[in-house]
C-alpha cells in the first residue's frame, strides 16, 4: 500500500470498467478507512448504499421517469447504471446539531465519498463518481429510500479495470494557482 501522496497523485477516474467488483467484505473494510475523515462534533453525517443487480436497473428507470417529467426522453437514461457491476450512492445525513451547518455535513460525506474513491483506485478498482441532472428528483429518492434528512451527492461507480484500455492522465494541478497568501 502506497502513501496517502503516491494515491491522491495517482488517482484517475475509469469511465469504462469490466464486470468485475469488490466483495461487500472489501467495501466494508475500505468503507471503514474512508469514514475516517475530517468530522467536526463526530455527527458521521453520511451513508453509503450499495447498488448491484436489479438495483441498478430500478435506479435507471428512477432516472429514466425523472426525465421523461422534466419534458425530456428518458429512455436512454435505462442503461446508465448499468455502465459498472457496483454503484454505491454517497448520501448526506445532515444531523439537528447548533456547530455544524448542513453544509460541513454535506462536506463530510463527500470527502468520505472522495477517500472511498482513492481507497478503491488503489486497491486496483476503477471508480468513477457521477451525478446528473436528476441525482436528487423524487423518483430517484424514493428509488433510494431516502429519510428527509437525507441528500444524494451522487454515486461512485465501481468495477474492474480493463486490460488494454488506458484512461487520460490529469493534467498537473497548478497549486500556485489555487494557494493564496492572506496578509
Known amino acids: 500500500m502506497g ?18 467488483a469488490p466483495t461487500r467484505d472489501e467495501l466494508l473494510r475500505l468503507l471503514g478507512a474512508a469514514g475516517r475523515v475530517a468530522d ?9 448504499i ?3 443487480g436489479e438495483a441498478r436497473e430500478r435506479l435507471g428507470r428512477a432516472l429514466a421517469a425523472s426525465a ?5 426522453d428518458g429512455d436512454a437514461l435505462l442503461g446508465k447504471p ?10 448526506s445525513r445532515r444531523q439537528p446539531s447548533e456547530k455544524v451547518d448542513g453544509w460541513e455535513q454535506d462536506a463530510v460525506a463527500s470527502g468520505v ?23 436528487r428528483t423524487k423518483a ?9 434528512n437525507e441528500r444524494l451527492l451522487g454515486w461512485l461507480y465501481v468495477g ?11 493534467k498537473p494541478v497548478d497549486a500556485g494557482a489555487f494557494l493564496t497568501l492572506l496578509g
Open 160 to 170: 474492474g479495470v480493463p486490460d488494454g484500455i488506458r484512461e487520460p492522465r490529469r
Open 3 to 20: 502513501s496517502a501522496f503516491e494515491a491522491a497523485g495517482e488517482r484517475r477516474s475509469r469511465s469504462r470498467v469490466t464486470d468485475a
Open 82 to 91: 448499468l455502465r459498472a457491476p457496483l454503484l454505491l450512492a454517497i448520501v
Open 140 to 148: 430517484v429518492r424514493r428509488m433510494h429510500a431516502l429519510a428527509k
Open 68 to 72: 421523461r417529467r422534466a419534458g425530456r
Open 40 to 48: 467536526h462534533g463526530s455527527l458521521a453525517p453520511w451513508r453509503v
Open 113 to 135: 465519498a472522495h477517500t472511498m474513491s482513492l481507497l478503491l483506485d488503489e486497491a486496483g478498482w476503477g471508480v468513477m463518481w457521477r451525478t446528473g441532472p436528476y441525482t
Open 50 to 52: 450499495e447498488l448491484r
